[in-house]
């Protein structure tokens, strides 16, 4: 079945610090793959995603990569700052695209 | 991508009660979707709706406890039916993929 396993957290870094939060999946076919993030108190947002092997999403600064040969999808970001404080969710989406399996989340807190 | 408006945004409610969330879509979608985010927890597929058929729903989701309309192609209410404490979540509902995988702020619900 289709399956992510997400660095537990919490993690807490010094702003300017670089950030990975590692995630694998399991699963058939050719999945989609996200990056999730939840601000205090509000919903879901959509970071980036990458639909097929190799390819890079990007967006506010943070970049994963689809490694199929390690299937995974590691979140990264060069230099935190206080406001990436949140919770973030790495999620796939099944090759027919109607459900998305998620992870457990990370909770990132960066300090001044 | 679509953009969904959902309400409440969050509500305090007796147990024993009821509670309809909304979603509105501002594009005509074929597939809707409900999820439980239990708190610190990842999110769990409730259901699925398609406009006119009965709603699809997973493993330890059943029709009385979270009844669902799907009236048209652009809106779909989950019912949150006679409440309990441990149905204290952040509810939300989410469109089919093809439409750009965003989700709804959420209805955080408190049980009391």
């Known amino acids: 079945g289709n399956s992510v396993t997400q660095m537990e957290g919490p993690v807490t870094l010094s702003e300017e610090a670089f950030l990975t939060i590692n995630c694998t999946y399991t699963?058939?076919?050719?999945?989609?793959l996200f990056w999730y993030v939840q601000y205090p108190g509000e919903g879901l947002q959509l970071l980036l995603k990458?639909?097929?092997?190799?390819d890079k999403g990007s967006n506010k600064g943070f970049e994963a990569t689809y490694r199929k040969e390690t299937t995974s999808f590691h979140l990264e970001k060069g230099s935190v700052q206080v406001s990436d404080s949140a919770v973030y969710f790495c999620?796939?989406?099944?090759?027919?695209?109607?459900?998305?399996?998620f992870g457990t989340g990370t909770s990132l807190t960066v300090i001044p | 991508s679509a953009v969904i408006s959902q309400k409440p945004s969050r509500d305090i409610c007796q147990r024993g009660t009821s509670l309809t969330i909304q979603c509105q879509v501002d594009s005509q979608v074929t597939m809707m979707f409900w999820y439980r985010q239990q708190p610190g927890q990842s999110l769990t597929l409730i259901a699925t709706a398609n406009q006119g058929s009965e709603a699809t729903y997973e493993s330890g989701f059943v029709i009385d406890k979270f009844p669902i309309s799907r009236p048209n192609l652009t809106f779909s209410t989950l019912t949150v039916s006679n409440m309990s404490p441990e149905d204290s979540s952040i509810y939300l509902c989410?469109?089919?993929?093809?439409?750009?995988?965003?989700f709804g702020s959420g209805t955080r619900l408190t049980v009391v």
């Open positions: 699963a058939t076919g050719y999945p989609s």
């Open positions: 990458a639909t097929k092997a190799d």
């Open positions: 999620a796939l989406s099944d090759q027919s695209g109607n459900q998305f399996y």
């Open positions: 989410s469109v089919d993929p093809s439409y750009g995988y965003t």
